[in-house]
């Protein structure tokens, strides 16, 4: 059967407030740095206060990818939870605009759309206060059917299992995905989350994934060990397709046969790594879909995860079709 | 048969002048950054006269390695050719007195003793110009039989192709090794070396050789080819042991069936990066002479690197076996 998507990824449905910040605002204000942490509305409130000339941009981290799918020249859906306020519709046309098909009906009650504070520091490292609010009503009935299993890959974040429905949700989109004989992907999304819902993750490893994404310290924080390598062995034994990034030392992918180590791509200037997992994971995912070789995916999300830690905000600010094109890919 | 030693290697007799100098020395004497440049006596003399504070130091490539695993417990020789001058009784004294067994006899005629004028500039990176001098008589007449028939390994330094007798010497010494069933490593010592003799390095590889050693640099070099990875595979397809150092980035180790992804090893200020790589090449030795997994000989080399880096010189101020077993080996 012709699909009608590459990627359809489901996700927090997340409008970001970016500012920059020095290292003292995140101890005065008690910011675990370059972590997620999950705040209430009152909490985000107070950060909102606190943080001047913020920059307000669609994100979430399932969403980022499926535009950046979208942005390759791929078929990108995605699946989120939006209340029916000013931000809600900023984050449907946002995304609509760039491409990916949106088609989750906004909640009429309940929580507001939910924000996350991000604090970027001078070295380019972000610290994200999430209120999930409305994204975290997500459940089954979300999962449309029909849209996952007529798409290449199913892509899952980690940050779905802070959400108490999500589990259920997440069981059923996978359900039809299976039924529809397609890939599920999952990234971990953040060495905290990791650590509340490690051994369902690794559950969900064994059952049901076969693409996985980590970065260095969520994959040693899955395996418990401070030794990239042997998180690495581990990774092997498993033996689905893998993308493990390292920032600046670039990435690792594996399949069951296959090895390869990439450089990361030159970048001028780091100037906020938001996004930079997001992107690679779109790059990596519309390789897969497009079925080229697994080091060809690896270098496409290089790539992209390059453009999008070049600037301020989560989500490419330039064509990454046109990207790849110029690196030889296309 | 009960070996002698765990490693003889083999290389050119070296004492290294060392100097810290900015880059604008660099420019003015026209010297390639990193590099090892050969130069004539004439050349070695002016250098040694604009260089102030210079520190002298036994060094040699091989040598170090040699001296490397004599400090990690190992019972290593070396083969090389000095003079029966000054700076050859230093370089005779110095590596005795490290433990190494050095048999060869000095020349009693001919040139001087090799020197190597090293320029540290403030990034840690080192250029080297060396008089290789005496260095170069090497023949096949030095290469003792029964001490290469007597050790696990042979270990030989590109740097001894740039020596006209040096490739019939190697030939003997592999002979001797093969005829005795013993392995045979080899380290590509640097990408301007592995330009001048790219294809005898690969012939080398393919018939003689069971390890290798390179730097990012030159595994490019050797596969002409600007990406890692692409290196990373040909290293794969040629199914030897491999280690492959990557500075900042660690190293990955190969064999037929095995990949090892190592990080650097913390330290807290690069210093000069003499002898990293050789360091690394005597802690990956002892491991594979006495039978370690082959992620553990990457981790021992990992080891010593970081201590040499962190001073200048290219042999270990402290006892590697000691940093060894604090890091739980042995």
């Given at each position: 059967m012709q699909t009608r998507f590459d990627v359809v990824a489901i996700g927090h449905a997340i409008v970001d407030v970016l500012a920059h910040v020095d290292d003292a605002f995140l101890t005065a204000h008690g910011i675990a740095k370059g972590a997620m942490t999950l705040i209430d509305a009152f909490r985000a409130e107070t950060l909102e206060h606190a943080m001047s000339n913020a920059l307000e941009a669609s994100g979430g981290s399932a969403a980022n990818t499926a535009v950046g799918v979208a942005s390759f020249g791929g078929r990108a859906a995605f699946i989120g939870k939006v209340r029916d306020d000013r931000l809600g519709r900023v984050f449907g046309d946002e995304?609509?605009?760039?491409?990916v098909v949106f088609e989750s009906?906004?909640?009429?009650?309940?929580?507001?759309?939910?924000?996350?504070?991000?604090?970027?520091?001078?070295?380019?490292?972000?610290?994200?206060?999430?209120?999930?609010?409305?994204?975290?009503?997500?459940?089954?009935?979300?999962?449309?059917?029909?849209?996952?299993?007529?798409?290449?890959i199913l892509y899952v974040e980690g940050y779905l299992w802070d959400t108490p429905g999500a589990k259920a949700a997440i069981r059923s989109a996978i359900a039809h995905a299976k039924a529809a004989k397609r890939q599920v992907a999952f990234t971990l999304s953040d060495p905290f989350c990791v650590g509340r819902w490690r051994d369902e993750f690794k559950s969900l490893l064994a059952s049901d994934v076969d693409i996985l994404f980590?970065?260095?310290?969520?994959?040693?924080?899955?395996?418990e060990t401070e030794h990239f390598d042997q998180a690495f062995q581990a990774v092997r034994d498993w033996s689905g397709k893998a993308a493990l990034t390292r920032s600046a030392h670039g990435s690792v992918v594996v399949n069951a046969s296959h090895v390869h180590i990439l450089e990361a791509e030159p970048v001028a200037k780091v100037e906020d790594t938001t996004g930079a997992g997001d992107q690679y994971a779109a790059g990596f995912l519309y390789g897969v879909a497009?079925?080229?070789?697994?080091?060809?995916?690896?270098?496409?999300?290089?790539?992209?995860?390059?453009?999008?830690?070049?600037?301020?905000?989560?989500?490419?600010?330039?064509?990454?079709?046109?990207?790849?094109?110029?690196?030889?890919?296309?």
């Open positions: 995304i609509r605009k760039s491409g009906a906004p909640a009429k009650s309940g929580l507001a759309t939910a924000s996350s504070h991000i604090l970027v520091t001078p070295d380019g490292q972000r610290s994200m206060n999430t209120f999930l609010g409305c994204a975290s009503a997500l459940d089954a009935g979300d999962m449309a059917e029909k849209t996952i299993a007529a798409t290449e980590a970065n260095e310290a969520e994959i040693k924080a899955l395996f497009r079925g080229l070789p697994l080091g060809n995916c690896g270098r496409l999300g290089g790539i992209a995860a390059a453009e999008v830690i070049s600037h301020l905000g989560p989500r490419p600010l330039v064509s990454l079709k046109a990207l790849a094109s110029k690196a030889g890919f296309g």
